[in-house]
């Protein structure tokens, strides 16, 4: 089974309007870290976000925050205000463990093309 | 915040030849460092993950005779690509986790290899 689902392979949004990115993840651990990264078409993974297992709040980052729903195993991602600079590929990502663990490899969704449109 | 180089950005060679990527924590220390593999409009697939003075962990399917990875110092860690074929033409990202314990990992830009 994938451990993490993103189901939008693309998805299209208004500047200035708000969007969500889906992820849903999959781990018996308890302890565990969602991330989102945005890629560009140059290629470089930007960090966006971050979510503890044990994180009480939804995580916010400026214009970012992460709707996290841990009974459904989901991790969505919401732009606010999208800009035209937010086209790019967005991944969801998982770290299953401890953040102290000596084990700290990341799971990638297969990634969501978001397009903003003018 | 914190920053990973890679060099070359870009590389064109020859099948049957080496190729070498450098992957580089520039303004801190590195404990661990995470090679990953891009195909076009695909995820990234993490090929193996480096520790400092060590040997790299590689991932199931990954062949560590033709992939070689070396971390020799908290900064620095390299791959190379041996006797590169073209299927061996993808986007190649490394990141890199800090020595203290950190939830996030630092990526760098990629190097995109095309082999002939």
């Known amino acids: 089974a994938q451990k993490i689902t993103q189901t939008q392979p693309g998805m299209f949004v208004q500047e200035k309007e708000a969007v969500t990115l889906d992820c849903t993840y999959d781990?018996?651990?308890?302890?565990?870290?969602l991330f989102w990264y945005k890629q560009p078409s140059s290629g470089e993974m930007i960090f966006l976000i971050y979510q503890g297992s044990y994180d009480q709040q939804n995580a916010t980052e400026g214009r970012y925050s992460l709707n996290f729903q841990k009974a459904r195993k989901s991790a969505n991602l919401v732009i606010s205000a999208s800009q035209l600079g937010d086209s790019a590929m967005y991944f969801c990502a998982m770290r299953e463990g401890d953040s102290g663990g000596s084990n700290y490899k990341l799971t990638f969704g297969k990634g969501t093309l978001l397009t903003v449109n003018p | 915040g914190a920053v990973v180089s890679q060099h070359p950005s870009r590389v064109i060679c020859k099948s049957g030849t080496s190729v070498k990527i450098e992957c580089r924590s520039l303004?801190?220390?590195?404990?661990?460092m995470f090679w990953y593999r891009q195909f076009p409009k695909k995820s990234l697939m993490l090929m193996a993950t480096s520790n400092e003075g060590s040997k790299a962990t590689y991932e199931q399917g990954v062949e560590k005779d033709k992939f070689l990875i070396n971390h020799a110092s908290l900064t620095l860690s390299t791959l190379t690509v041996t006797s590169a074929h073209p299927e061996d033409s993808s986007f190649y990202i490394c990141s890199a986790r800090q020595l203290a314990s950190s939830y996030e990992q630092y990526f760098g830009p990629g190097t995109r290899l095309t082999v002939t």
């Open positions: 303004d801190f220390q590195a404990t661990t």
């Open positions: 781990t018996s651990d308890p302890s565990y870290g």
